[in-house]
């Protein structure tokens, strides 16, 4: 199956800092990227959908000030958390599809913020 | 809205059987299972099309009845990889966009 890399992997920022996570599809170009959060023993929760070259679709709920999503090619889409707080630590997971069936999600990558 | 699963947890001794029950709302376009160990991403384990198709691959199968908007998963002879927390994750046409149950954690013993 395709490959989709997120990094890092792990991450503890201070309160008050930002943070930049990537997300990468490695062997096929992603129109589309997805933005999941997933809380201790919950389930996944999206985030916002990211499109290449256009701005990225926020669920109701998901400050699109604080996370900023760019998708700026094909291959590649950041999700940077803005001003964090220790409500924000979670573990972030990105998803990328190719317009077919499958979505392949990349390794996730678990915030802390202290 | 988010799909139910059931039960919420099993625990299961080495060799035995399971099912795990994803039910939607929503007309569905197609139903992704995955597993998640613990601290770990989300493993794709397959997806299951509109169409009311059935899909296996070792001893891990799954259903898809799309009328009624549900699906199961098989898991017969469990082996100890098996445990983890198996989500569904339902897509409803918006181009992947998956929305997912939440969860169902599976515990195999020796």
């Known amino acids: 199956g395709a490959v989709v890399s997120q990094h890092p992997s792990r991450v503890i920022c201070k309160s008050g800092t930002s943070v930049k996570i990537e997300c990468r599809s490695l062997d096929f170009q992603a129109t589309t990227m997805f933005w999941y959060r997933q809380f201790p023993k919950q389930s996944l929760m999206l985030m916002a959908t990211s499109n290449e070259g256009s701005k990225a679709t926020y669920e109701q709920g998901v400050e699109k000030d604080k996370f900023l999503i760019n998708h700026a090619s094909l291959t590649l889409s950041t999700l940077t958390v803005t001003s964090a707080h220790p409500e924000d630590s979670s573990f972030y997971i990105c998803?990328?599809?190719?317009?077919?069936?499958?979505?392949?999600f990349g390794q996730g990558t678990r915030l802390t913020v202290v | 809205q988010q799909p139910v699963q059931s039960p919420q947890a099993v625990i299961l001794r080495e060799g035995e059987d399971a099912v795990i029950n994803c039910s939607s709302s929503k007309a569905l376009y197609s139903v992704h299972w995955y597993r998640q160990k613990h601290g770990e991403a989300p493993v794709f384990l397959m997806i299951?099309?509109?169409?009311?198709e059935q899909k296996g691959h070792d001893k891990i199968s799954a259903s898809f009845n799309e009328k009624k908007q549900q699906s199961s998963l098989y898991l017969t002879a469990s082996q100890l990889s098996y445990s983890g927390t198996y989500f569904c994750?339902?897509?409803?046409?918006?181009?992947?966009?998956?929305?997912f149950g939440s969860g169902t954690q599976l515990t195999v013993l020796p």
């Open positions: 994750g339902t897509d409803s046409g918006s181009a992947r966009q998956l929305t």
């Open positions: 998803s990328a599809s190719t317009g077919a069936a499958e979505a392949f």
């Open positions: 299951l099309l509109k169409g009311g």
